[in-house]
């Protein structure tokens, strides 16, 4: 009899982990602008994108670069990813 409940503690200690994995992105998200992995409490901003239909994606700006760059909302990031990227794409077509 002690092996069932053997395997019931085996499958919920890997249930466990496999949440765990799942939610990472959420407890850990990685910031769209300093490229770092930070906890959730230091984020200002976060929202879940869906990129397809099995891949899931989140944008998320750390409190810092909000204020470094102060952005308050999700359009001030993306008027501020769009100028990033036309600065890049000068300065390659420059060089
Ligand atoms: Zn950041």
Redesign the pocket.
Known sequence: MSSIFRILAELAILATIISFIVYIPEIFPR??????I?FRWQ?SLHTDISLSLSRKGNQ???????L?ENINNFSDLHTKKEIKNRVEYKTKSIL
Request: with cysteine; net charge positive.
């Open positions: 910031c769209n602008l300093c490229k770092k930070k984020f998320s700006v750390c409190k810092k670069c909000c470094r």
